[in-house]
């Protein structure tokens, strides 16, 4: 894990951020997720400097594409933006906004 990655790990392991139970480097298919939130089918990626390289942004895109067709939803956050205490407080409101809670069925909302 990068250190970006490593931070943010922090701040959701064991269920810290309002109880969400996150997996860190998540093997699905043939990719490695840094974070993943199985209840919610969310993966949340911290993306270097490399990730602005114009090769890297099209893998990025075609790994996003298989994840979604898959019903994997996909949170990308820059690591600058997670490095900073003030800023990844936004990251941490993006994401509990995108894992709402259970629906009454017991189940995550759908897809």
């Given at each position: 894990?990068?250190?970006?990655e490593v931070i943010l790990w922090g701040?959701?392991?064991?269920?810290?951020?309002?109880?969400?139970?996150?997996?860190?480097?998540?093997?699905?298919?043939?990719?490695?997720?840094?974070?993943?939130?199985?209840?919610?089918?969310?993966?949340?990626?911290?993306?270097?400097?490399?990730?602005?390289?114009?090769?890297?942004?099209?893998?990025?895109?075609?790994?996003?594409?298989?994840?979604?067709?898959?019903?994997?939803?996909?949170?990308?956050?820059?690591?600058?933006?997670?490095?900073k205490d003030d800023e990844r407080e936004?990251?941490?409101?993006?994401?509990?906004?995108?894992?709402?809670?259970?629906t009454a069925s017991g189940g995550p909302?759908?897809?």
């Open positions: 894990m990068t250190l970006p701040d959701l392991r064991a269920g810290r951020l309002k109880g969400l139970r996150f997996r860190r480097q998540h093997p699905i298919g043939p990719y490695i997720l840094d974070l993943y939130l199985p209840s919610h089918r969310l993966a949340v990626e911290v993306d270097g400097a490399g990730h602005d390289h114009p090769d890297q942004m099209r893998h990025d895109e075609r790994r996003d594409a298989w994840l979604t067709d898959r019903g994997i939803r996909v949170l990308r956050f820059p690591a600058t933006v997670v490095l936004g990251v941490l409101e993006t994401i509990v906004r995108a894992a709402p809670p259970s909302p759908p897809p």
